[in-house]
Protein backbone atom coordinates (compact mmCIF):
# COMPACT_ATOMS: atom_id res chain seq x y z
CA UNK A 1 0.00 0.00 0.00
CA UNK A 2 2.88 2.38 1.15
CA UNK A 3 4.09 1.83 -2.89
CA UNK A 4 1.12 2.42 -4.34
CA UNK A 5 0.84 6.06 -2.23
CA UNK A 6 4.05 7.26 -3.27
CA UNK A 7 3.09 5.97 -6.84
CA UNK A 8 0.41 8.14 -6.65
CA UNK A 9 2.15 11.30 -5.12
CA UNK A 10 4.26 11.06 -7.67
CA UNK A 11 2.01 10.87 -10.50
CA UNK A 12 0.14 14.13 -8.53
CA UNK A 13 3.25 16.02 -8.74
CA UNK A 14 3.58 15.13 -12.20
CA UNK A 15 0.18 16.44 -13.50
CA UNK A 16 -0.32 19.31 -11.50
CA UNK A 17 2.94 20.93 -12.08
CA UNK A 18 1.79 20.28 -16.11
CA UNK A 19 -1.00 22.18 -15.23
CA UNK A 20 0.42 24.72 -13.60
CA UNK A 21 3.05 25.44 -16.39
CA UNK A 22 -0.03 25.24 -18.96
CA UNK A 23 -1.70 27.90 -16.71
CA UNK A 24 1.11 30.25 -16.96
CA UNK A 25 2.06 29.58 -20.63
CA UNK A 26 -1.09 30.01 -22.73
CA UNK A 27 -2.22 33.82 -22.67
CA UNK A 28 -2.75 36.13 -25.56
CA UNK A 29 0.06 37.00 -27.91
CA UNK A 30 2.56 39.59 -26.86
CA UNK A 31 5.41 38.70 -28.63
CA UNK A 32 6.74 41.31 -30.82
CA UNK A 33 9.14 38.83 -32.54
CA UNK A 34 6.59 36.25 -33.90
CA UNK A 35 4.91 39.07 -35.99
CA UNK A 36 8.69 39.69 -37.73
CA UNK A 37 8.60 35.83 -38.09
CA UNK A 38 5.48 35.52 -39.93
CA UNK A 39 6.18 38.87 -42.27
CA UNK A 40 9.28 37.50 -43.04
CA UNK A 41 7.94 34.12 -44.26
CA UNK A 42 5.02 36.04 -45.69
CA UNK A 43 7.90 37.83 -48.13
CA UNK A 44 9.20 34.36 -49.02
CA UNK A 45 5.84 32.65 -50.10
CA UNK A 46 5.26 36.08 -51.83
CA UNK A 47 8.11 36.33 -53.88
CA UNK A 48 10.03 32.57 -53.73
CA UNK A 49 12.95 34.04 -51.58
CA UNK A 50 13.71 35.68 -48.19
CA UNK A 51 14.12 39.15 -49.02
CA UNK A 52 18.02 40.79 -49.08
CA UNK A 53 16.70 44.57 -48.28
CA UNK A 54 13.96 45.35 -45.58
CA UNK A 55 10.93 45.98 -47.16
CA UNK A 56 9.31 47.65 -44.26
CA UNK A 57 11.02 50.66 -43.45
CA UNK A 58 12.11 54.04 -44.59
CA UNK A 59 14.68 55.54 -42.61
CA UNK A 60 17.49 53.32 -44.38
CA UNK A 61 16.77 52.95 -47.89
CA UNK A 62 18.22 49.64 -49.22
CA UNK A 63 18.98 48.47 -45.65
CA UNK A 64 20.12 45.13 -46.36
CA UNK A 65 19.27 43.63 -43.20
CA UNK A 66 20.64 40.21 -41.21
CA UNK A 67 17.81 37.72 -41.19
CA UNK A 68 18.91 34.37 -42.12
CA UNK A 69 20.24 32.93 -38.86
CA UNK A 70 16.84 31.62 -38.35
CA UNK A 71 15.47 31.33 -40.98
CA UNK A 72 13.73 27.66 -40.21
CA UNK A 73 12.28 29.27 -37.40
CA UNK A 74 9.99 31.91 -39.48
CA UNK A 75 8.78 28.84 -41.39
CA UNK A 76 7.79 26.57 -38.63
CA UNK A 77 5.69 29.57 -37.26
CA UNK A 78 4.68 30.70 -40.43
CA UNK A 79 3.35 27.59 -40.64
CA UNK A 80 1.59 27.31 -37.54
CA UNK A 81 -0.20 30.24 -38.20
CA UNK A 82 -1.85 28.89 -41.90
CA UNK A 83 -2.68 25.47 -40.06
CA UNK A 84 -4.04 26.77 -37.00
CA UNK A 85 -3.95 30.73 -36.68
CA UNK A 86 -2.60 32.39 -33.76
CA UNK A 87 -4.69 29.84 -31.68
CA UNK A 88 -2.20 27.09 -32.56
CA UNK A 89 1.37 29.06 -31.73
CA UNK A 90 0.12 29.58 -28.75
CA UNK A 91 -1.09 26.19 -27.82
CA UNK A 92 2.07 24.51 -29.33
CA UNK A 93 4.56 27.01 -27.62
CA UNK A 94 2.57 26.15 -24.29
CA UNK A 95 3.47 22.52 -25.14
CA UNK A 96 6.68 22.96 -25.63
CA UNK A 97 7.77 25.08 -22.72
CA UNK A 98 5.38 22.08 -20.57
CA UNK A 99 7.31 19.64 -22.57
CA UNK A 100 11.01 21.31 -21.80
CA UNK A 101 10.13 21.18 -18.04
CA UNK A 102 9.02 17.72 -18.05
CA UNK A 103 11.99 16.29 -20.11
CA UNK A 104 13.89 15.18 -17.16
CA UNK A 105 11.10 13.26 -16.18
CA UNK A 106 11.85 9.79 -17.48
CA UNK A 107 14.95 9.62 -15.43
CA UNK A 108 13.20 10.58 -12.02
CA UNK A 109 10.16 8.65 -11.91
CA UNK A 110 11.50 6.10 -9.58
CA UNK A 111 12.46 8.78 -7.14
CA UNK A 112 9.81 10.50 -4.62
CA UNK A 113 12.63 12.77 -3.13
CA UNK A 114 13.67 13.96 -7.15
CA UNK A 115 10.28 14.03 -8.01
CA UNK A 116 9.85 16.65 -5.00
CA UNK A 117 12.61 18.84 -5.96
CA UNK A 118 11.88 19.02 -9.76
CA UNK A 119 8.25 19.89 -8.41
CA UNK A 120 9.79 22.85 -6.76
CA UNK A 121 12.00 24.05 -8.96
CA UNK A 122 9.93 24.52 -11.71
CA UNK A 123 7.77 26.24 -9.35
CA UNK A 124 10.10 28.67 -8.38
CA UNK A 125 11.76 28.96 -12.16
CA UNK A 126 8.23 29.47 -13.84
CA UNK A 127 7.70 32.51 -11.61
CA UNK A 128 11.40 33.65 -12.37
CA UNK A 129 10.81 33.72 -16.02
CA UNK A 130 7.31 34.17 -16.77
CA UNK A 131 7.82 37.78 -18.09
CA UNK A 132 9.15 35.70 -20.94
CA UNK A 133 7.04 33.20 -21.76
CA UNK A 134 6.20 34.49 -25.58
CA UNK A 135 6.19 32.91 -28.73
CA UNK A 136 9.93 32.84 -29.41
CA UNK A 137 12.37 31.30 -31.87
CA UNK A 138 14.94 31.33 -28.53
CA UNK A 139 12.83 28.59 -27.14
CA UNK A 140 14.15 26.51 -29.73
CA UNK A 141 17.74 27.39 -28.30
CA UNK A 142 15.70 26.37 -24.45
CA UNK A 143 14.52 22.96 -26.02
CA UNK A 144 17.95 22.27 -26.89
CA UNK A 145 20.08 23.27 -24.12
CA UNK A 146 18.13 20.56 -22.08
CA UNK A 147 18.08 18.45 -24.31
CA UNK A 148 22.24 18.17 -24.92
CA UNK A 149 22.09 18.06 -20.71
CA UNK A 150 19.82 15.81 -20.75
CA UNK A 151 21.91 13.12 -22.87
CA UNK A 152 25.16 14.34 -21.15
CA UNK A 153 24.59 13.88 -18.03
CA UNK A 154 22.59 10.46 -18.62
CA UNK A 155 26.01 9.67 -20.38
CA UNK A 156 27.31 10.16 -16.82
CA UNK A 157 25.57 7.22 -15.58
CA UNK A 158 25.68 4.74 -18.05
CA UNK A 159 27.06 5.74 -22.27
CA UNK A 160 23.92 5.19 -24.27
CA UNK A 161 22.96 5.94 -27.95
CA UNK A 162 21.56 9.19 -27.30
CA UNK A 163 24.61 11.17 -27.62
CA UNK A 164 24.72 9.84 -31.44
CA UNK A 165 21.71 12.44 -31.76
CA UNK A 166 23.42 15.23 -31.09
CA UNK A 167 25.00 16.41 -34.89
CA UNK A 168 21.60 16.10 -35.96
CA UNK A 169 20.23 18.10 -33.07
CA UNK A 170 23.03 20.98 -33.80
CA UNK A 171 22.18 20.82 -37.36
CA UNK A 172 18.75 21.80 -36.88
CA UNK A 173 19.86 24.42 -33.87
CA UNK A 174 22.06 26.23 -36.43
CA UNK A 175 18.90 27.10 -38.93
CA UNK A 176 16.17 27.94 -35.57
CA UNK A 177 18.36 30.14 -33.55
CA UNK A 178 21.78 31.40 -32.99
CA UNK A 179 22.26 29.81 -29.54
CA UNK A 180 24.00 26.46 -30.35
CA UNK A 181 27.43 28.01 -29.04
CA UNK A 182 25.81 27.37 -25.51
CA UNK A 183 25.84 23.58 -26.70
CA UNK A 184 29.11 23.61 -27.75
CA UNK A 185 30.44 25.12 -24.36
CA UNK A 186 28.43 22.61 -22.96
CA UNK A 187 29.50 19.69 -24.27
CA UNK A 188 33.12 21.02 -24.02
CA UNK A 189 32.77 21.68 -20.14
CA UNK A 190 31.90 17.57 -20.18
CA UNK A 191 34.69 16.39 -22.16
CA UNK A 192 37.43 18.85 -19.65
CA UNK A 193 35.92 17.55 -16.54
CA UNK A 194 35.86 13.84 -17.80
CA UNK A 195 39.20 13.86 -19.67
CA UNK A 196 41.12 11.49 -17.42
CA UNK A 197 39.02 9.31 -19.16
CA UNK A 198 39.82 10.32 -22.58
CA UNK A 199 41.49 6.72 -23.96
CA UNK A 200 37.42 4.91 -23.19
CA UNK A 201 36.62 4.09 -26.61
CA UNK A 202 33.22 6.22 -25.37
CA UNK A 203 35.05 9.08 -23.96
CA UNK A 204 36.45 9.64 -28.20
CA UNK A 205 32.85 8.78 -29.57
CA UNK A 206 31.94 11.87 -27.86
CA UNK A 207 34.86 13.87 -28.68
CA UNK A 208 34.13 12.87 -32.20
CA UNK A 209 30.74 13.52 -32.15
CA UNK A 210 31.43 17.53 -30.22
CA UNK A 211 33.39 17.88 -33.60
CA UNK A 212 30.34 16.91 -35.23
CA UNK A 213 28.30 18.95 -33.87
CA UNK A 214 30.76 22.00 -34.47
CA UNK A 215 31.30 21.70 -38.10
CA UNK A 216 27.51 20.31 -38.91
CA UNK A 217 26.78 24.50 -37.44
CA UNK A 218 28.53 25.17 -41.14
CA UNK A 219 25.38 23.71 -42.64
CA UNK A 220 23.49 27.08 -42.85
CA UNK A 221 22.38 28.98 -45.58
CA UNK A 222 24.97 31.85 -44.94
CA UNK A 223 27.67 29.12 -44.08
CA UNK A 224 31.16 30.16 -42.37
CA UNK A 225 29.53 33.72 -41.91
CA UNK A 226 26.35 32.52 -40.44
CA UNK A 227 28.51 30.21 -38.61
CA UNK A 228 30.20 32.67 -36.50
CA UNK A 229 26.99 34.92 -36.52
CA UNK A 230 26.07 34.92 -32.62
CA UNK A 231 29.90 36.14 -32.11
CA UNK A 232 29.46 38.95 -34.30
CA UNK A 233 26.44 39.92 -32.81
CA UNK A 234 27.50 39.91 -29.31
CA UNK A 235 30.42 41.82 -29.55
CA UNK A 236 28.78 44.39 -32.03
CA UNK A 237 24.87 44.87 -31.66
CA UNK A 238 24.74 42.70 -28.36
CA UNK A 239 27.19 45.45 -26.58
CA UNK A 240 25.02 48.58 -27.83
CA UNK A 241 21.50 46.89 -26.92
CA UNK A 242 23.06 45.99 -23.44
CA UNK A 243 23.11 49.71 -22.93
CA UNK A 244 19.98 50.71 -24.42
CA UNK A 245 17.26 48.22 -25.08
CA UNK A 246 15.16 47.05 -22.10
CA UNK A 247 15.45 43.22 -22.96
CA UNK A 248 19.40 43.01 -23.22
CA UNK A 249 19.88 44.83 -19.73
CA UNK A 250 21.40 43.51 -16.91
CA UNK A 251 19.05 41.15 -14.94
CA UNK A 252 19.86 43.18 -11.86
CA UNK A 253 19.49 46.80 -13.98
CA UNK A 254 17.40 48.77 -11.50
CA UNK A 255 14.39 48.52 -13.94
CA UNK A 256 13.43 44.94 -12.81
CA UNK A 257 15.72 44.72 -9.67
CA UNK A 258 12.74 45.09 -6.96
CA UNK A 259 10.12 42.93 -9.23
CA UNK A 260 8.86 39.84 -7.77
CA UNK A 261 11.08 37.68 -10.31
CA UNK A 262 14.40 38.95 -9.14
CA UNK A 263 13.52 37.22 -6.05
CA UNK A 264 12.43 33.75 -7.36
CA UNK A 265 16.13 34.01 -10.19
CA UNK A 266 17.70 34.43 -6.79
CA UNK A 267 15.57 31.49 -4.91
CA UNK A 268 16.56 29.22 -7.64
CA UNK A 269 19.82 29.77 -7.65
CA UNK A 270 19.89 29.09 -4.10
CA UNK A 271 18.52 25.93 -4.29
CA UNK A 272 21.24 25.16 -6.82
CA UNK A 273 23.54 25.93 -4.52
CA UNK A 274 22.05 23.99 -1.74
CA UNK A 275 21.99 20.73 -4.00
CA UNK A 276 25.14 20.99 -5.66
CA UNK A 277 26.14 21.15 -1.57
CA UNK A 278 24.22 17.82 -0.67
CA UNK A 279 25.53 16.53 -3.78
CA UNK A 280 29.28 17.07 -2.97
CA UNK A 281 29.97 13.17 -1.53
CA UNK A 282 29.26 12.23 -5.63
CA UNK A 283 31.76 15.18 -6.47
CA UNK A 284 29.14 16.76 -9.33
CA UNK A 285 31.80 18.38 -10.95
CA UNK A 286 30.06 18.83 -14.56
CA UNK A 287 26.94 19.99 -12.69
CA UNK A 288 28.66 22.50 -10.42
CA UNK A 289 30.48 24.16 -13.79
CA UNK A 290 27.61 24.22 -15.98
CA UNK A 291 25.70 25.62 -13.24
CA UNK A 292 27.63 28.47 -12.83
CA UNK A 293 28.02 29.03 -16.36
CA UNK A 294 24.13 29.13 -16.77
CA UNK A 295 24.11 31.26 -13.14
CA UNK A 296 26.23 33.58 -14.62
CA UNK A 297 24.62 33.41 -17.86
CA UNK A 298 21.16 34.01 -16.67
CA UNK A 299 22.20 37.31 -14.55
CA UNK A 300 23.94 38.76 -17.42
CA UNK A 301 20.83 39.80 -19.41
CA UNK A 302 16.99 39.73 -18.76
CA UNK A 303 16.41 38.09 -21.73
CA UNK A 304 18.45 34.69 -20.66
CA UNK A 305 16.44 34.25 -17.87
CA UNK A 306 14.33 31.47 -19.50
CA UNK A 307 17.02 29.65 -20.24
CA UNK A 308 18.50 29.66 -17.02
CA UNK A 309 15.38 28.72 -15.40
CA UNK A 310 14.90 25.19 -18.00
CA UNK A 311 18.45 24.76 -17.59
CA UNK A 312 18.82 25.09 -13.73
CA UNK A 313 15.67 22.50 -13.07
CA UNK A 314 17.37 19.99 -15.51
CA UNK A 315 20.65 20.36 -13.66
CA UNK A 316 18.68 20.14 -10.16
CA UNK A 317 16.96 16.77 -11.25
CA UNK A 318 19.93 15.31 -12.06
CA UNK A 319 21.54 16.43 -8.59
CA UNK A 320 18.28 15.18 -7.03
CA UNK A 321 19.21 11.85 -8.06
CA UNK A 322 22.82 12.37 -6.38
CA UNK A 323 21.94 13.74 -2.96
CA UNK A 324 21.33 12.12 0.14
CA UNK A 325 17.99 12.46 1.74
CA UNK A 326 16.78 12.71 5.56
CA UNK A 327 14.47 9.47 6.30
CA UNK A 328 10.93 10.78 6.18
CA UNK A 329 8.36 10.22 3.84
CA UNK A 330 8.02 12.34 1.11
CA UNK A 331 4.93 11.06 -0.08
CA UNK A 332 2.62 13.36 1.95
CA UNK A 333 5.43 16.55 1.11
CA UNK A 334 4.73 15.47 -2.80
CA UNK A 335 0.98 15.30 -2.36
CA UNK A 336 1.91 19.15 -0.86
CA UNK A 337 3.67 20.65 -4.21
CA UNK A 338 0.71 19.12 -6.04
CA UNK A 339 -1.99 20.95 -3.95
CA UNK A 340 -0.19 24.10 -4.19
CA UNK A 341 0.62 23.72 -7.65
CA UNK A 342 -3.12 22.96 -8.97
CA UNK A 343 -4.03 26.27 -6.26
CA UNK A 344 -2.20 28.38 -8.26
CA UNK A 345 -2.88 26.58 -11.69
CA UNK A 346 -7.06 27.45 -11.04
CA UNK A 347 -6.14 30.64 -9.65
CA UNK A 348 -4.24 31.58 -13.10
CA UNK A 349 -7.06 30.70 -15.10
CA UNK A 350 -9.51 31.92 -13.18
CA UNK A 351 -7.68 35.66 -12.28
CA UNK A 352 -4.35 35.23 -14.31
CA UNK A 353 -0.88 37.15 -13.26
CA UNK A 354 0.80 39.78 -13.00
CA UNK A 355 4.15 40.25 -14.86
CA UNK A 356 7.05 42.55 -15.44
CA UNK A 357 5.18 43.69 -18.55
CA UNK A 358 1.76 43.79 -17.03
CA UNK A 359 -1.16 41.67 -15.84
CA UNK A 360 -1.62 38.17 -18.15
CA UNK A 361 -5.16 36.28 -18.41
CA UNK A 362 -5.46 32.44 -19.29
CA UNK A 363 -6.45 32.58 -22.80
CA UNK A 364 -5.82 32.97 -26.90
CA UNK A 365 -5.65 35.86 -29.15
CA UNK A 366 -3.66 38.97 -29.00
CA UNK A 367 -2.96 41.16 -25.77
CA UNK A 368 -4.34 44.62 -26.58
CA UNK A 369 -1.38 46.14 -24.28
CA UNK A 370 1.50 45.13 -26.27
CA UNK A 371 -0.18 44.64 -29.22
CA UNK A 372 -1.82 48.06 -30.96
CA UNK A 373 -4.52 46.26 -33.22
CA UNK A 374 -6.80 49.09 -33.00
CA UNK A 375 -4.16 51.80 -33.22
CA UNK A 376 -2.91 50.38 -36.34
CA UNK A 377 -6.21 50.01 -38.19
CA UNK A 378 -6.29 53.85 -37.51
CA UNK A 379 -3.43 55.02 -38.94
CA UNK A 380 -3.40 52.93 -41.59
CA UNK A 381 -6.48 54.28 -42.50
CA UNK A 382 -6.07 57.98 -42.30
CA UNK A 383 -5.18 58.57 -44.97
CA UNK A 384 -2.13 60.18 -43.76
CA UNK A 385 0.84 61.03 -46.56
CA UNK A 386 3.91 61.57 -44.27
CA UNK A 387 5.86 59.42 -42.39
CA UNK A 388 4.79 57.20 -38.92
CA UNK A 389 7.32 57.20 -36.16
CA UNK A 390 6.86 53.74 -34.16
CA UNK A 391 7.58 52.95 -30.81
CA UNK A 392 10.27 50.14 -31.28
CA UNK A 393 8.08 47.60 -29.13
CA UNK A 394 5.61 48.00 -31.94
CA UNK A 395 7.67 47.42 -35.23
CA UNK A 396 7.23 44.17 -35.81
CA UNK A 397 3.60 44.05 -35.48
CA UNK A 398 3.60 47.39 -37.93
CA UNK A 399 5.38 45.42 -40.29
CA UNK A 400 3.04 42.70 -40.10
CA UNK A 401 -0.02 44.36 -40.02
CA UNK A 402 0.53 47.24 -42.61
CA UNK A 403 2.20 44.48 -45.07
CA UNK A 404 4.96 46.66 -46.21
CA UNK A 405 2.30 49.68 -48.19
CA UNK A 406 3.00 52.26 -44.83
CA UNK A 407 6.78 51.96 -43.92
CA UNK A 408 8.20 52.50 -40.61
CA UNK A 409 10.95 53.91 -39.06
CA UNK A 410 12.24 51.14 -37.22
CA UNK A 411 11.56 47.48 -35.84
CA UNK A 412 13.70 44.91 -33.56
CA UNK A 413 15.02 43.61 -36.51
CA UNK A 414 17.09 46.48 -37.34
CA UNK A 415 20.88 46.05 -36.58
CA UNK A 416 22.15 49.34 -37.54
CA UNK A 417 23.32 50.23 -34.38
CA UNK A 418 24.88 53.30 -35.44
CA UNK A 419 21.31 54.57 -36.43
CA UNK A 420 19.71 53.32 -33.44
CA UNK A 421 22.25 55.21 -31.12
CA UNK A 422 22.61 58.66 -33.59
CA UNK A 423 19.14 58.71 -35.04
CA UNK A 424 16.23 56.53 -33.53
CA UNK A 425 17.48 57.62 -29.96
CA UNK A 426 17.66 61.34 -31.15
CA UNK A 427 13.76 61.67 -30.70
CA UNK A 428 13.48 61.59 -27.35
CA UNK A 429 16.84 63.64 -26.43
CA UNK A 430 15.09 66.54 -25.99
CA UNK A 431 12.44 69.01 -27.68
CA UNK A 432 15.42 70.37 -30.01
CA UNK A 433 16.55 67.13 -31.45
CA UNK A 434 13.07 65.84 -31.18
CA UNK A 435 12.25 68.55 -33.67
CA UNK A 436 15.03 68.31 -35.85
CA UNK A 437 14.23 64.74 -36.10
CA UNK A 438 10.77 65.21 -37.34
CA UNK A 439 11.71 67.49 -40.12
CA UNK A 440 14.56 65.13 -41.39
CA UNK A 441 12.22 62.07 -41.68
CA UNK A 442 8.84 64.04 -42.20
CA UNK A 443 7.06 62.41 -39.59
CA UNK A 444 3.64 63.79 -39.36
CA UNK A 445 2.44 60.62 -36.97
CA UNK A 446 3.21 58.89 -33.88
CA UNK A 447 2.71 55.57 -32.47
CA UNK A 448 4.05 55.45 -28.99
CA UNK A 449 3.82 52.41 -26.38
CA UNK A 450 3.06 53.04 -22.69
CA UNK A 451 5.61 51.31 -20.78
CA UNK A 452 8.36 52.65 -18.07
CA UNK A 453 11.33 53.99 -19.50
CA UNK A 454 9.58 56.13 -22.07
CA UNK A 455 8.14 58.95 -20.00
CA UNK A 456 10.65 61.24 -21.65
CA UNK A 457 9.66 60.63 -25.33
CA UNK A 458 6.08 61.11 -23.80
CA UNK A 459 6.99 64.11 -21.73
CA UNK A 460 8.53 65.76 -24.90
CA UNK A 461 5.43 65.07 -27.32
CA UNK A 462 2.41 65.72 -24.54
CA UNK A 463 4.19 68.86 -23.97
CA UNK A 464 4.59 70.28 -27.77
CA UNK A 465 2.22 72.65 -29.12
CA UNK A 466 2.60 71.42 -32.29
CA UNK A 467 1.62 68.04 -31.64
CA UNK A 468 -2.03 66.19 -30.24
CA UNK A 469 -3.14 63.27 -28.84
CA UNK A 470 -5.34 61.99 -31.08
CA UNK A 471 -6.04 58.39 -29.69
CA UNK A 472 -4.99 56.51 -26.67
CA UNK A 473 -6.36 52.56 -25.48
CA UNK A 474 -4.67 49.97 -23.09
CA UNK A 475 -1.54 50.19 -24.46
CA UNK A 476 -0.67 52.32 -27.34
CA UNK A 477 -0.85 56.07 -28.33
CA UNK A 478 -1.60 58.20 -31.40
CA UNK A 479 -0.23 62.14 -31.57
CA UNK A 480 -0.56 63.69 -34.76
CA UNK A 481 1.31 67.00 -36.00
CA UNK A 482 -1.07 69.58 -35.97
CA UNK A 483 -0.95 71.42 -39.20
Known sequence: MKLNFDGISKTLVWVCIAVFIISMSCFPIQSEDLFMYLAIAREYFKTGSF??????????????????????????????YELGDFELIIVLKTILITAVYCFPLWRLRKSPQATLVWG?????????????????????????IVAVLTILMAEQVKPSRWKYTLPFLFLLWVNL???????????????????????????????????????????????LEGFLYPFHFMDNEGRVYREFYFEWMPTLHPLYREHAQTYFIFALAILNIFLLYRARKSKPVFELLASAFFIFYGFYAIRF??????????????????????????KYLNVA???????????????????????????FGMDPNLVP???ARILDNSGLKSNVYNAHLFGSYLAWAWEGHRKLIFHGFVTDTNFFIQEYLMFGAGREQFDHQVKKYNVGAIISDRFTGNESFLRIISEHPDWQLVYKDEGSLIFIKKQ
Not at 62 to 78: C, D, K, P, R, S
Not at 308 to 324: D, G, Q
Open 51 to 80: PVYDPFIYSIPNFAWTIMHQWLGYLVFYGL
Open 120 to 144: VSVLVAIYAMNFRMMERTSFFSDLF
Open 177 to 223: HPGYPIGWFIIGIFLTVNIRNWKNPEYKKLAGLFVGCVLVCLVNPKG
Open 305 to 330: VPSYCFAIVTINASLALKAPYPKISF
Open 337 to 363: VATLALALAIKNIGWGYETISGHRDFG
Open 373 to 375: EKA
